[in-house]
C-alpha cells in the first residue's frame, strides 16, 4: 500500500481554501491564485471521485480515503516547488480528514499522522453563507451547518490558523485578499 508522502518543506506562504461542499473553495482559489499571480493546488479529490461516480455511481468508500490523501499531498508538494512567496491550496488533508470522519466515523491511522504533520499558514475556512449548488458528487446539502462545525472544530483541534471568510461576491474575495495581505 502506497503511503501518503511527507509535506515538502515551503519557504513561502502556504494558504489553504477549507471548508464544506459547495461553499466556492474553488472558485476562491482560482481567484486567489490569479490575482497574486502564483501556483493553485487543485482539488485531487473532485477529479478523483467524479472519475469514480462515472464508472459505477458510487461517491466515496474508505478504500479511497488513503488514495485522495495521497493525491491531494502530491500535488501539493509538486505545486511547492513551483511557487516562490505564496501557495494556494484548494483543500489539503485536513479537509480529507474531515470527510473521512464524518462518512465513516473512522480516521486511518497513516491519515491521522499525517493531519497531524501538516503545516499552514494560514486556513481560510469559507462560510456556508453561499447557495448550495447540487452535482454528481454532493450529497448532504441539509448538513451544511454540522459540517462547517467539524471543519472548525478540526482547525481547532489541531491548533492550525485561520480566519472565517464570509460575505458574498467580490466582497468574500476582498475578505481572502486582506487575510492573505497581512502575512505578505
Not at 67 to 79: D, K, M, S
Amino acid at each position: 500500500m502506497e503511503k501518503i508522502p511527507e509535506q515538502s518543506d515551503f519557504s513561502g506562504i502556504r494558504i489553504v481554501l477549507y471548508g464544506p461542499e459547495s461553499s466556492g473553495k474553488s472558485t476562491l482559489a482560482n481567484q486567489l491564485a490569479r490575482h497574486y499571480q502564483v501556483p493553485e493546488v487543485p482539488e485531487f479529490a473532485r477529479d478523483y471521485l467524479q472519475q469514480k461516480f462515472d464508472v459505477n455511481g458510487h461517491i466515496c468508500e474508505y478504500q479511497d480515503i488513503i488514495p485522495i490523501a495521497i493525491g491531494q499531498r502530491e500535488a501539493e508538494n509538486l505545486a511547492s516547488l513551483q511557487a516562490d512567496k505564496l501557495l494556494i491550496c484548494d483543500t489539503d488533508i485536513l479537509e480529507t480528514y474531515v470527510y473521512c470522519q464524518y462518512y465513516f466515523n473512522k480516521i486511518p491511522q497513516e491519515l491521522e499522522n499525517a493531519a497531524r504533520s501538516s503545516k499552514c499558514d494560514l486556513y481560510l475556512l469559507k462560510d456556508i453563507d453561499t447557495l448550495w449548488s447540487p452535482d454528481d458528487l454532493r450529497d448532504r446539502p441539509g448538513d451544511r451547518k454540522e459540517l462547517f462545525d467539524r471543519f472548525e472544530n478540526t482547525l481547532k483541534k489541531f491548533n492550525q490558523p485561520y480566519v472565517l471568510i464570509n460575505q458574498l461576491g467580490h466582497q468574500r474575495f476582498l475578505n481572502a485578499v486582506k487575510a492573505i495581505d497581512k502575512l505578505l
